[in-house]
């Protein structure tokens, strides 16, 4: 078998047609014929060795759907012809505490579908069954690549903070994560503020499910909500004036960070003591509530907003959203 991908050879390089041998498939180990893969900015960071873990060529995509074509003797729950879609964790050992807790994206064992080894800007990717997540039936293959990684990211959270469908919400940064946050808190029945800086995606951001857009640049406009919003979601990487979104939390508020954001957070004490607020964050999210996910998903016709380019244009649509401007996350097409 010859994978056919496209491959970055240093940092900060352009990707260029990649192909490899991915050797004997193990038996615990499903191959995935690519459909479509999503664009997530992990893959920009894992290009330009951001994170001082890529190995090189790296081929990313970690935002797959498509079509299981060949199973190990010990898969489980699989079977050839079935879609399913692979995100950011390729494999987990299976045996830890947090595994068999149902924590897998917890395991300190964890493979990652693009550290190390190739992921889906290829016709055909390979990973463990359980991170293969069955698709549930009817869903739009066109658009669900990016649930499996930026979408669980954002999904978690509201399943971790035990959102109510009677709270007050509000998440910061409304782009490829942000924007599907969003989706997923109007369909739980909250009452959903965006905190954007960009003045040009407001229309599109209410029709999205936001109820009310605060400039998140104006001291005035976040001032006026103080002490009402019951969880807030960040999604953004940049530091921001944490102190006012702790303020504009109701007691018992929940600030929550998927952003990995890059300088440490200045978190005022006393901004949590009064009100008993708590900070935290987390990383994606389990293979079952990603399934779970899912099928919300399909119930409730959620999907990200997406622009399509063809797998070979793939520098293009890198180039699309390194410019910022996608509008709000890229899928490719094979
Ligand atoms: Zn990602
Ligand atoms: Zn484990």
């Not at 192909?19 to 960071?45: N, R, T």
């Not at 690549?145 to 035990?162: D, E, H, R, S, Y």
Request: charged residues 20%; hydrophobic residues 40%.
């Amino acid at each position: 078998m010859k994978v056919n991908a496209y491959a970055a050879s240093e940092p900060k390089g352009k990707l260029a047609p990649f192909s490899y041998e991915p050797g004997k498939l193990g038996s615990e180990q499903v191959d995935i014929k690519v459909s479509h893969c999503g664009i997530c900015h992990s893959d920009l960071s894992m290009i330009n060795n951001d994170w001082g873990m890529t190995e090189y060529p790296i081929v990313p995509g970690h935002e797959i759907v498509g079509e299981v074509v060949a199973t190990g003797a010990a898969v489980k729950n699989i079977k050839i012809g079935d879609k399913v879609g692979l995100g950011w964790f390729s494999a987990s050992c299976m045996s830890c505490q947090q595994c068999m807790e149902g924590s897998h994206h917890l395991c300190s064992n964890n493979e990652a579908t693009i550290v190390g080894r190739h992921g889906g800007f290829a016709d055909y990717v390979r990973g463990h069954w359980s991170w293969a997540i069955p698709l549930p039936e009817g869903i739009d293959l066109s658009k669900a690549g990016p649930l499996l990684c930026g979408g669980i990211t954002v999904f978690n959270p509201i399943i971790l903070a035990g959102v109510k469908p009677t709270d007050t919400v509000g998440v910061i940064g409304i782009g490829g994560l942000g924007h599907m946050a969003l989706k997923f808190l109007k369909h739980w029945g909250c009452e959903v503020i965006a905190f954007s800086s960009n003045p040009a995606k407001k229309e599109q951001i209410l029709k999205m499910g936001a109820t009310k857009v605060i400039d998140s640049t104006s001291p005035q406009e976040l001032e006026s909500i103080q002490g009402t919003v019951n969880f807030i979601l960040n999604t953004t990487n940049v530091t921001l004036d944490w102190d006012s979104y702790l303020t504009a939390l109701a007691p018992k508020g929940k600030f929550h960070t998927v952003g990995a954001v890059l300088e440490p957070m200045a978190i005022p004490a006393f901004s949590l003591l009064g009100g008993e607020k708590s900070v935290s964050g987390s990383p994606l999210g389990s293979p079952a509530l990603t399934k779970t996910m899912l099928d919300f998903c399909v119930r409730h016709n959620i999907y990200p907003t997406v622009e399509e380019f063809p797998m070979e244009k793939v520098n293009e649509a890198i180039k699309h959203l390194e410019d910022g401007k996608a509008r709000f996350r890229i899928v490719l097409k094979n």
